[in-house]
């Protein structure tokens, strides 16, 4: 059956139980980190602050297994060095994209002109180039801050450079000379940008050489998540975030994840892999325009991530409902279920949809 979904976000929690989401997921953490099960709501973070939500960063709980922060998939070691994010083009000149299936954490978002880009988060994994690399957009900053990491991408205007660093995140720019980027001959500026992992990490300041806090909660064994044990079925999901930008997300039992499309065409890296993902969320989010134009005189949207509103997440083939708050900048996306308790992901990697609230929509079924 499929339910289709186009209201604008309603029922949203107030000030005041916004500000009690942090301090509930707290109590769930330290609750899960106390019971020797392994149910949908256990958790790979250790400690939390009951004002933030944010791990402060303490010695993980030694009956705890240790994960990757941005998955929740188990490590032997975790690499110290913070998440790096780049900005990634989702034209259609920018198709196929590299080291897309490589990241942990993408969030799409909409830019001008009815396209997309996303914002991919890198941390247990180094593809050794990425791209094609675009502009920063005023939305980012809302985006990067909980990680408190380093943000790569070509350039920008100003303003939405100057509130990247006032969000806590460290630049790398290749407008300002940075190291890292190359262009190849083979695709037509602008889509001709890529990005060295490598060596965008190795200029992270001396004070970000540590893994970033967890910003999600991950079930502590695959299979236990909040959707894939409590869900109704969702084979698909169809989120339509423009007229021009239509992300399909379908479930591969074989694979054991969602796998995106753009539209009907399967969406697949340079390297000829799958786009896909052990977890897909869905939230409806206020989008203005800014007094800002790009270069052909069209206003360049913000998304409003800080805030609250309704959404969706799905895992292992199965979906809940879910609100989504978040109390500034710095704080992370809370995300939490029916029953106000936070809801807990596959470990594996998310892919986060930004869906406008007045003109996307999307169906689950």
């Given amino acids: 059956m499929t339910v289709r979904d186009t209201t604008a976000c309603s029922g949203v929690p107030g000030a005041r139980a916004r500000r009690l989401l942090p301090a509930l997921a707290a109590a769930v953490l330290l609750a899960c980190a106390a019971c020797g099960g392994g149910g949908p709501a256990a958790t790979v973070t250790a400690t939390v602050d009951p004002d933030t939500g944010v791990d402060k960063g303490a010695a993980p709980d030694p009956d705890l297994p240790l994960v990757w922060p941005l998955t929740g ?8 060095r913070p998440a790096l994010a780049v900005k990634i083009e989702n034209a259609p000149q920018a198709r ?8 942990d954490v993408v969030w799409e978002e909409v ?5 997309t880009r996303f914002l991919a988060v890198y941390h ?3 593809p050794a180039l990425v791209g094609p690399v675009r502009s920063v957009r005023p939305t980012d900053p809302q985006l990067v801050a909980p990680l408190h990491g380093v943000l790569a991408y070509t350039g920008g205007q100003a303003p939405f450079i100057t509130e990247v660093g006032a969000a806590g995140v460290q630049s790398v720019i290749m407008d300002a000379g940075d190291g890292g980027f190359e262009k190849t001959p083979r695709r037509r500026a602008p889509h001709n940008v890529y990005g060295r992992l490598a060596d965008f990490w190795a200029q992270a300041d ?3 050489t540590s893994p970033p806090p967890a910003p999600l909660v991950f079930a502590r064994e695959p299979g ?11 084979p698909a999901l169809v989120a339509a975030l423009t007229f ?9 039992g074989e694979e054991g994840a969602y796998l995106r499309s753009e539209g009907d065409t399967p969406a697949v890296s340079a390297d000829g892999v799958r786009l896909g993902a052990e977890n897909v ?3 409806r989010v206020p989008m203005v325009n800014t007094s800002f134009k790009d270069p052909a005189g069209v206003p360049v949207p913000e998304t409003r991530v800080v805030g609250s509103g309704d959404g969706v997440l799905a895992s292992g083939g199965k979906q809940v409902a879910v609100t989504w708050a978040k109390d500034d900048v710095d704080a992370p996306l809370v995300l939490t279920g029916p029953d106000d308790e936070p809801v807990a992901l596959e470990p594996g990697r998310t892919w986060i949809e930004l869906v406008p609230e007045d003109s996307g929509s999307w169906d689950v079924g």
């Fill in 111 to 115: 830019v001008e002109g009815g396209i």
């Fill in 281 to 283: 969320v869905l939230v």
């Fill in 73 to 80: 998939v188990r490590a032997d070691e975790v690499a110290q």
């Fill in 206 to 208: 001396d004070d970000r």
């Fill in 96 to 103: 196929p994209q590299t080291g897309l299936e490589q990241a």
């Fill in 244 to 252: 021009a930008s239509t992300a399909r997300w379908d479930w591969s």
């Fill in 224 to 234: 236990r998540g909040t959707a894939t044990t409590t869900g109704a079925d969702a």
């Fill in 124 to 126: 247990s994994q180094e």
